[in-house]
């Protein structure tokens, strides 16, 4: 069963260019790692320095713990680190609670 989340962000303003930059040339082994774990139909939004992101999972937590232990994980999340207000767990963003869907 596809599960659906999304997250916000807060970049830096004096860094919001860096940031959509980096996701304009996310590394390959980071996007392969996403895929295997699980995730798809990954997409982040940007206003203004705030993005929020959006993806689907077979199991959400099984995604998390296998980013969490990916040491291409900790390295994009320690790039990312300085661009944001707060650092991103490994294991990926919080999510957002779901209060609203239209099928």
Do not use: C, K
Not at 9 to 24: E, N, T, W
Not at 33 to 59: K, P, Q
Not at 86 to 100: C, K, M, N, S, T
Request: charged share 25%; proline share 7%.
């Amino acid at each position: 069963m596809t599960v659906r989340s999304s997250f916000v962000l807060h970049v830096l303003p004096d860094r919001i260019d860096d940031y959509v930059r980096a996701h304009a040339e996310v590394w390959p082994e980071m996007l392969q790692a996403l895929r295997d774990a699980g995730i798809r139909n990954y997409s982040i939004f940007r206003a203004g320095t705030e993005v929020f992101g959006y993806f689907e999972s077979d199991d959400l937590e099984e995604s998390a713990r296998y980013m969490a232990a990916q040491p291409v994980s900790t390295r994009w999340q320690d790039t990312m680190a300085p661009l944001l207000s707060e650092r991103v767990p490994d294991a990926g963003p919080p999510a957002l609670e779901q209060i609203f869907r239209l099928d």
